[in-house]
């Protein structure tokens, strides 16, 4: 399938691609971050925030503004240049990613061929960051935070990773949206259409909580624990670089959501083998309708997914770092080979 | 490995300033990997030392080689004030030091000036007093349950506790006025009577409380997160409590049953039953789980108490100047976090001589090092959040 955006003037189109990828890299971690606000709020009778416009919806905006005002601090001790570089390479991964992650029927700046492999390699630069502001803030709860963060994030890239080899060796190909189409060609039983959701369900189960340890949230939010180590790597961090952590944060809920979407439920398509809506509307020709459509599946997708792991917060406390890394590798990674083994006997049996 | 405790020499780090001032750091191994523990001050400004109690750790990697607990920044000298107040002044003063739990505090206080002063107090304020004393350490316990749930990053319990705490707050302020301080008690009774409708408006509030710590049982006590984290951590024998003199429901999730509401009843705890709830293990689920046994177990004393308390006064003439004779007391009482002692002794004249207060969580946190020889980072967490203290009931 061809991107939307793919015009014949290249300067042009890659300009278009450049501008809407930032777009929604700025706005998507917004809308995830004002359903956590909201969400967590009233799961836990309160109201949240409720002064910034219509029941808060600037609050985030506005947060933006403060800590754009805010002074930016740098520890007298610390490793100048990596301490002020490591927010941006904590950042810069979940914006590339974004290029490769198909948001609707041509609704995708690049369609790599090995989209998923791509993504996945890239997102897991993210924690170079980390470790970076770890040392470089010369605080010794940053340490320790960063070492439970590169720690943790090794020990669960592995079952993400294979977690998403099962969907691929199923679909037969790495490109993100050639999983989609696969998806939506699928037919459990050779009969009953079906997302990967039900095939894969361990690997959708692996991938979802691998997914959690890598974001570093609840339940696995030892990297940034508040209670033991302040705010782990972020502990020496003020205004906007604090900000770019917190966006980064964000951003990496949006992209793994994304993924999950793409890989375990349809991807822009509302189940499989129904076909979108690709009647033109007035002015508006079949297909950009069909991508709007796709775009507004997707999305909700991705903030149900989003969602559950808000409600995950809600809910659990913390794990303990030994415990965590005992669940990866006696639990995660002995079944996501498992998963990838049984598929593959699948895939040959049938 | 071997563990060998460093000789001062040029390389030795010493601690800069502070209490813990000479402190060696030890150096471990051997040979080519030669690791040094990490010295780290938790507090007095975190987050898990709700107060500004500070901890001094030696890490190995995570794992805690020894830990002193460094008391004494809030001291407010409250023992030495009271010797310059009166004796109803002293009421005033003492709810303060351990600000959450305000009552049993005053209660403790006004029983031995009473006792010293041979003072009659009337039924109906007794029995007041044990209502208001149970209301108190329920408000105590939801406070420590929702903040050990915090610690250990269940971040909705506490608001749920936050909300019971508002609701039992209201109906104490119609009562006495405050909402923490609520300064009720007065020698020989106390402030004045309870509002109308105050004895129905508990009644509503007890059912209530009982229903709504079924959510604290779901979200924390039944989670299997919080039992990995919490079960076999920071386990207290019975024996070491006793020698640390801890009380309370920490002393009771070790399995011994001492309560003063029970081995030496005060006001009118002789007449109700006392449920107190006893772990098996003494560790930290253990503690959590007395401590929640222990709402419940107030919620029914309080039912007990609703129905018998008797109409007449609750306060005793008092001359205008009230001295206590020359002696001294002690008073025992069953507070929130343990035992509380209140030590009044007085030459005769308006002022205590001396009022020394022995506090519970004073004792509870001697045992610190004691649990923390060993344990992991998190694992500090979730012992220090199960001690249950308050930092100015430490250092008064």
Known sequence: MESLFALDNLWLALLLKLALIVVFFLTAPLVVGYIEHKGLAHMQARLGPMEAAFHGIGQLPADGIKFIQKEDIIPENADKWVFSMAPGVALVPALVVLAVIPMGPGVFAEDLDVGIFFALAVSSVSVIGILMAAWSSANKYSLMGGIRAAAQLIAYELPLVLAAAAVVLQAGTLSLVGIVEAQNEFRLFGVIPAAYAIPQLVGLILFFVAALAELSRPPFDMPIADSEIIFGHMTEYTGLRYAFFMLAEYAGIVVLSALAAVLFLGGWYLWPGVPLPSFAVGPIPGDVVAALVGFGVMFAKIATLAFVMIWFRATFPRLREDQLQRISWLIFIPLAILNIVVTAIFKVVA | ?????????????????????????????????????????????????????????????????????????????????????????????????????????????????????????????????????????????????????????????????????????????????????????????????????????????????????????????????????????????????????????????????????????????????????????????????????????????????????????????????????????????????????YYLVSDGKKTPWRLKMRTPSFSNIQMIPYLLEGALVPDMIAILGSVFFVVGDVDR
Not at chain 2, 6 to 22: F, K, N, Q, S, Y
Not at chain 2, 122 to 141: C, G, S
Not at chain 2, 171 to 180: V, W
Not at chain 2, 189 to 204: T, V
């Open chain 2, 1 to 341: 490995m071997s563990e060998t405790l460093a000789r001062p020499g040029p390389d030795t780090r010493m601690l800069p300033g502070g209490p813990g001032e000479g402190m060696l750091v030890e150096v471990r191994g051997e040979g080519d990997l030669r690791t040094q523990d990490m010295n780290l001050n938790i507090g007095p400004q975190h987050p898990a030392t709700h107060g500004v109690l500070r901890v001094v750790i030696d890490l190995d990697g995570e794992k805690i080689v020894r830990a002193t607990p460094v008391i004494g920044y809030m001291h407010r000298g409250f023992e030495k004030l009271a010797e310059a107040r009166d004796y109803r002044q002293i009421i005033a003063l003492v709810n303060r030091h351990d600000w959450l739990s305000a009552f049993c505090n005053e209660l403790g206080v006004a029983i031995a000036v009473e006792k010293m002063m041979k003072l009659e107090v009337p039924e109906r304020a007794q029995w007041i007093r044990v209502l208001m004393a149970e209301w108190n350490r329920i408000l105590n316990h939801l406070m420590f349950i929702g903040s050990f749930g915090l610690e250990l990053g269940a971040i909705t319990p506490v608001f749920f506790a936050f909300r019971e705490r508002e609701d039992i707050q209201n109906l104490l302020e119609s009562a006495t006025g405050g909402r923490l301080h609520f300064t009720y008690n007065r020698v020989g009774g106390l402030k004045e009577d309870l509002p109308r409708g105050f004895l129905k408006a508990s009644q509503a509030m007890v059912a209530n409380v009982r229903t709504r710590t079924r959510e604290y049982r779901d979200l924390l006590e039944g989670n299997e997160i919080f039992m990995a984290r919490t079960k076999g951590v920071g386990a207290l024998p019975p024996d070491v409590a006793l020698d640390y003199g801890v009380s309370g429901p920490t002393l009771h999730a070790s399995g011994v049953p001492e309560d003063c509401r029970v081995s030496e009843p005060y006001c009118r705890y002789d007449q109700v039953d006392v449920h107190v709830p006893l772990g098996t293990r003494g560790d930290s689920f253990d503690r959590f789980a007395c401590l929640l046994g222990r709402v419940v177990a107030s919620l029914d004393i309080i039912e007990q108490v609703l129905d018998r308390i008797p109409p007449g006064p609750v306060n005793t003439k008092l001359p205008k100047t009230v001295k206590a004779p020359e002696g001294e007391v002690y008073v025992r009482t069953e507070n929130p976090l343990g035992q509380g002692g």
